[in-house]
């Protein structure tokens, strides 16, 4: 059974930087990658980066390059594993949900939208504020 469980939300200041982590497991298709997302109040859900599961390789939507950065590491449990999302200089416009979620054909996260990807977290908030 695939789980994934984002934590890390809260409040971080216009400029701040911010790491968010998604503890997924069940998840290992050598395909496969996860996928970051993030849905605005009254928006929709878009993606902002993409991570594989065989090598850790990372893809940032083009929209979203330089200001997010995306990582993996493995746990000693070869079926469990964490993947990070860092916002490096937090804007007004990133206060959003941010949800990680699975990509079993490791083509569908490319395309920055929610349509196609399989399993989700239930998401952590994060707030932009002084």
């Known amino acids: 059974q695939v789980q994934l469980v ?3 939300g809260g409040l971080v200041q216009p400029g701040g930087s911010l790491r968010l ?11 496969g990658y996860i996928g970051w997302f993030r849905q605005a109040p009254g928006k929709e859900r878009e993606g902002v980066a993409c991570i594989s ?25 070869k079926d469990k594993y964490t993947a990070y999302l860092t916002i490096l200089k937090a804007e007004n416009d990133d206060a959003a949900d941010y ?4 990509d079993p054909l490791g083509v569908i996260c490319f395309r920055g939208n929610r349509i196609g990807m399989n399993d989700w977290g239930q998401g952590t908030r994060v707030t932009v504020s002084r």
Do not use: P
């Open 6 to 8: 984002e934590s890390g």
């Open 21 to 31: 982590s998604c503890v997924v497991s069940g998840f290992t298709l050598k395909d």
């Open 53 to 77: 599961v065989s090598d850790g390789s990372i893809y940032i939507q083009d929209s979203m390059k330089g200001r997010f950065d995306a990582s993996r590491d493995i746990s000693r449990d």
């Open 99 to 102: 949800y990680c979620a699975t």
